[in-house]
C-alpha cells in the first residue's frame, strides 16, 4: 500500500450518496495530485501509482465514483454525468483545504479522463495542472451503437463488462481485473449513454474552453478509447502549456502495462516541471 493510507468517507453532489476516499500523505510534499478511476474500476487499482507519487514528493487523494468500488449509489448507474465532474470538484476542495499554499494537480484514466477534462472546462482556476490517460474525451467508436439507443426510456438495461482482454497486454493485469470483486461485471446503459454520448458531445462542444497546462498520454494499442481521441483534444484546446505523448503498442491502462516505468517517469517529469 502506499505511504499513511488513511480511508474516510465524503458526501458525493448526490444527496444520500457519500464516496469512498483514500489519501495518502507524505511528510512535507511538494504538491497534491488527486486521481480519478475509469469506468467499472475503483481506487485501488491505483496503489501502485499513488505509491510512486508519494516517492516522488506528492500526496495522493483518491475516491471512488459514485456507485463503483466502496462509495454509495446504485451499482453501475448515474442520472447525470455532471454529478461525476462536481464530486471531483468535492475531493479537490478537500485537498485543498487540507494543504493550503499546496499546488493541486488531477490525473484522470479513461473516463476518469473525461471527468478531468470535463473538470478543466467546467472548474477553471482550481489546478496547477492535470495529466489525462487513455481520456475518452470524444465519441468513440466503442459507443457508437448507443447514439440509436434511447437509454432515458430503459436506463437500467444491464451492459456486460467484456473489454478486460483489451485493457493491457500484461496477461496477469487482465486476470487480476477479472478476479478484483470491486470491478463491476455490468453497468447500466444509461450510465454509458450520459458519459460516452451526453458528456461526449457536451465536451467536444467546449474543448476551446480548457485552458490548463496539462499533459495528454495515450497507447497507441489502445483498442477501447481510440488514441485520437487524444490527439482531437491536444489540437482542440486553448492551454499553451500543453503535451502530448502516444506510447507504441501499448493497449489502454498505459499506467498498468509493460513499460509503465516510463509513463510514471513522464508524469512525474510534467509535475516537477511545473513546480519551480
Known amino acids: ?16 450518496v457519500d464516496l469512498f476516499v483514500a489519501i495518502n500523505r507524505i511528510d512535507a510534499p511538494r504538491a497534491v495530485v488527486v486521481i480519478v478511476h475509469g469506468l467499472a474500476e475503483h481506487l485501488g487499482r491505483y496503489d501502485m501509482v499513488a505509491r510512486e507519487l508519494n516517492e516522488a514528493e506528492c500526496t495522493v487523494y483518491r475516491f471512488d465514483n459514485q456507485g463503483h468500488g466502496r462509495s454509495g449509489g446504485e451499482r453501475g448507474y448515474l442520472d447525470d454525468f455532471q454529478s461525476f465532474i462536481d464530486d471531483a470538484d468535492i475531493l479537490v476542495e ?34 496547477k495542472g492535470q495529466v489525462l490517460s487513455g481520456a475518452a474525451v470524444t465519441l468513440l467508436p466503442l459507443f457508437e451503437a448507443f447514439k440509436e439507443i434511447d437509454f432515458d426510456q430503459e436506463p437500467r438495461v444491464k451492459v456486460p463488462n467484456a473489454l478486460s482482454d483489451l485493457i493491457c497486454r500484461d496477461k496477469a493485469v487482465v486476470q487480476a481485473y477479472d478476479d478484483d470483486p470491486l470491478v463491476l461485471k455490468e453497468t447500466c446503459q444509461k450510465l454509458l449513454g450520459e458519459v460516452f454520448i451526453n458528456g461526449a458531445n457536451w465536451l467536444v462542444g467546449r474543448l476551446s474552453e480548457y485552458a490548463y497546462p496539462c499533459l495528454i498520454l495515450h497507447g497507441e494499442g489502445d483498442q477501447i478509447v481510440t488514441p485520437e481521441a487524444s490527439s482531437y483534444m491536444a489540437e482542440h484546446i486553448a492551454s499553451t502549456d500543453k503535451a502530448l505523448k502516444m506510447y507504441p503498442g ?17 508524469i512525474t517529469g510534467w509535475l516537477w516541471a511545473r513546480l519551480g
Open 1 to 16: 500500500m502506499p505511504n499513511d493510507s488513511v480511508e474516510t468517507t465524503m458526501p458525493s453532489s448526490t444527496p444520500g
Open 94 to 127: 478537500k485537498a485543498r483545504d487540507e494543504n493550503p499554499g499546496l499546488p493541486v494537480f488531477m490525473l484522470g484514466h479513461s473516463m476518469g479522463g473525461f471527468i478531468t477534462a470535463g473538470y478543466g472546462v467546467k472548474y477553471p482556476g482550481k489546478l
Open 250 to 266: 501499448f493497449y489502454h491502462e498505459i499506467l498498468n502495462e509493460t513499460g509503465r516505468d516510463e509513463v510514471m517517469a513522464d
